[in-house]
């Protein structure tokens, strides 16, 4: 595992579901080689959980508050810890 490799964990408000985020966000992840995955919550939110470099994440984290062109993001909880290294790909995953 690369310590110099970290996770993002973000929880994104407003209007960020049924205006293509998910995908948004999948494309730019994967785009900046990054791995975890997107996905919807029940309560409304996109909830992202990214592995990989810092400065890579922190470019996502930039894209996140922008998102695509529909969206309204209205705020973004983050939290940040040491990547876990069990991801190998960026995913779509099952709506929470």
């Known amino acids: 595992m690369r310590t110099d490799f970290f996770q993002l964990h973000a929880v994104i408000d407003g209007r960020v579901q049924g205006v293509g985020f998910r995908m948004f966000v999948l494309e730019k992840a994967r785009s900046l080689q990054l791995t975890g995955w ?45 990547a876990s290294g069990k991801f190998s790909t960026f995913e779509i995953a099952r709506t929470t």
């Open 38 to 82: 997107v996905r919807n919550t029940f309560s409304g939110q996109v909830e992202v959980l990214a592995e990989g470099p810092r400065s890579s994440l922190a470019t996502l984290l930039d894209d996140l508050y922008q998102g695509p062109r529909s969206a309204w993001v209205e705020s973004i909880q983050q939290d940040w810890e040491p």
